[in-house]
């Protein structure tokens, strides 16, 4: 195991096992798209739902501030606060999260301001939970340096609130109108969990090297094209003709045939 920034990173056996466990799960994704019958347009919650959601969410955000100034508390009072590594990540996810609000908002457009504003903010703030919260749950038990005198404790302080967090963003997108669920989202999230997968076999190292930055940078972005597909609508496909238009064209055939007879008559 070696250290890396924040994390400490997977190696051996544990390594393979957390390479095989997320290509299952990104199998299993992929399949669920071949078999489901999608799109489908999640259920629009109702105003006490909305309301009880808005206010766990913000909630959640006051918990998770709370935690993490214990949490760093702690750490300067075993003199284990340092300062962070060099994090080459945020100016993508920045340039990510902004790019995706702008092109929902344009997307939305037709629908009106207020939906399209709201659904751009309600994009930009889950594309990157998408990425986050399997990532989470790979780094959680590995963060580094453990604090004591509890390291499991102190690490269920500061992520269950995130969780927390994590999970109630990705649930205001039923607030959306725009919203649906297509094969392409599912096949997009399958194909960040492959990459993850990936990553797994050289450890999951903090992206400070070339190859985990790589991939930490290109799992990323299919996270943040899961969120645009949400929003953005499929091109209709062309398929045969209903059958439901068949009957009328008999019945006006039939009439054109039976008019000269009705006027031999």
């Known amino acids: 195991m070696t250290h890396y920034g924040a994390w400490i990173s997977?190696?051996?056996?544990?390594r393979i096992v957390l390479a095989l466990v997320l290509t299952a799960v990104a199998g299993g994704v992929a399949y669920a798209g071949t078999r489901l019958p999608l799109p489908?347009?999640?259920a629009r919650p109702g105003q006490p739902a909305?309301?009880?959601?808005l206010v766990t969410w913000l909630l959640a955000i006051a918990a998770f501030l709370a935690c993490v100034s214990v949490y760093v508390h702690q750490a300067r009072q075993e003199h284990?606060?340092?300062p962070p590594p060099a994090d080459p990540i945020t100016p993508v996810t920045v340039i990510g999260v902004g790019l995706i609000f702008v092109i929902i908002a344009l997307a939305g457009s037709s629908r009106g301001w207020r939906v399209a504003l709201g659904s751009a903010v309600l994009g930009a703030l889950a594309a990157p939970?998408?990425?986050?919260?399997p990532f989470d749950l790979i780094v959680m038990a590995r963060t580094y340096p453990p604090i004591p005198p509890d390291p499991a404790l102190y690490r269920v302080l500061f992520f269950a609130p995130l969780f927390l967090i994590e999970?109630?963003?990705?649930?205001?997108l039923a607030l959306s109108p725009?919203?649906?669920l297509s094969r392409a989202v599912l096949f997009f999230f399958a194909a960040m969990l492959v990459v993850f997968a990936v990553w797994a076999l050289s450890g999951f190292a903090y992206p400070s090297a070339p190859a985990p930055f790589a991939l930490n940078v290109v799992s990323k972005i299919l996270a943040f094209v899961v969120a645009l597909g949400l929003f953005l609508p499929q091109r209709a496909q062309a398929g045969p003709p209903s059958p439901a238009a068949s009957p009328p064209?008999?019945?006006?055939?039939?009439?054109?045939?039976a008019s000269p007879m009705a006027r031999r008559g």
């Open 10 to 14: 997977y190696g051996g056996t544990a």
């Open 40 to 42: 489908v347009r999640p």
């Open 50 to 53: 909305r309301t009880l959601l």
């Open 80 to 82: 284990l606060l340092h």
């Open 129 to 133: 939970m998408i990425f986050e919260l």
């Open 167 to 172: 999970i109630t963003t990705l649930s205001l």
């Open 178 to 180: 725009m919203v649906r």
């Open 249 to 257: 064209a008999m019945v006006m055939s039939a009439g054109r045939d």
